[in-house]
């Protein structure tokens, strides 16, 4: 059983960044592969980043490589997306899910937060 709450979310200019957070309770937090996605209004639910339960190994959709970095705590029971270089095509509503596979598909994650709105202006 876990439980996500995502905080970090706001408006920001393009070319700036922010930092998502999503706290996590449950006591086998530590063995879920935990993702971050994104959706804007009319589009679908798409794949930001994922990271392995041992935070070893990281997943990112293409337009966000190199531009967002995906982390975790498991001591701290937290998951973080640092997004940098923002665009306004970035904006969107951010939810943090939780997956005990491994995989980038939505129906894959079996807990998920109520989500954070970024808001990149140009």
């Known amino acids: 059983q876990v439980q996500l709450v995502e905080s970090g979310g706001g408006l920001v200019q393009a070319g700036g960044s922010l930092r998502l957070s999503c706290a996590a309770s449950g006591r086998t937090f530590s063995s879920y592969t935990m993702g971050w996605f994104r959706q804007a209004p009319g589009k679908e639910r798409e794949f930001v980043a994922a990271i392995s339960w041992s935070g070893g190994h990281t997943s990112y959709a293409g337009s966000m490589k190199g531009r967002f970095t995906i982390s975790r705590d498991n001591a701290k029971n937290t998951v973080y997306l640092q ?30 937060g109520q989500g954070t709105q970024v808001t990149v202006s140009s």
């Open 83 to 112: 997004m940098n270089s923002l665009k306004p095509e970035d904006t969107a509503v951010y939810h943090c899910a939780a997956s005990k596979s491994i995989g980038t598909h939505p129906s894959l994650y079996e807990y998920w």
